[in-house]
């Protein structure tokens, strides 16, 4: 199965990218996904649910701790994995 996981995380900074924001697209990044697009306002990244899930877990425990007062997200089920 592959999902695609939208997320932003607050609070937002137009200045510069906040530390919690800077370590959830780490996060992403480096998670070895198939499709990454990261922007001011909002992130997406795609791949088989196993990576995809525990990107999630990583990217909520890490912004979080990384000074994150919220993060919303949305993952969505997109296909079948391979396909």
């Given at each position: 199965m592959r999902l695609r996981v939208e997320f932003t995380t607050e609070p937002?900074?137009?200045e510069h990218a906040?530390?919690?924001a800077v370590v959830a697209r780490e996060v992403v990044?480096?998670?070895g996904l198939d499709?990454?697009?990261v922007g001011p306002f909002g992130n997406t990244a795609e791949g088989g649910a196993d990576a995809v899930l525990a990107?999630?877990?990583e990217l909520l425990r890490r912004s979080i701790r990384a000074g994150a007062t919220r993060v919303s997200l949305q993952v969505n089920v997109v296909g079948e994995a391979g396909a």
């Open positions: 937002f900074d137009l906040p530390p919690h990044q480096g998670a499709s990454v697009d990107a999630v877990d």
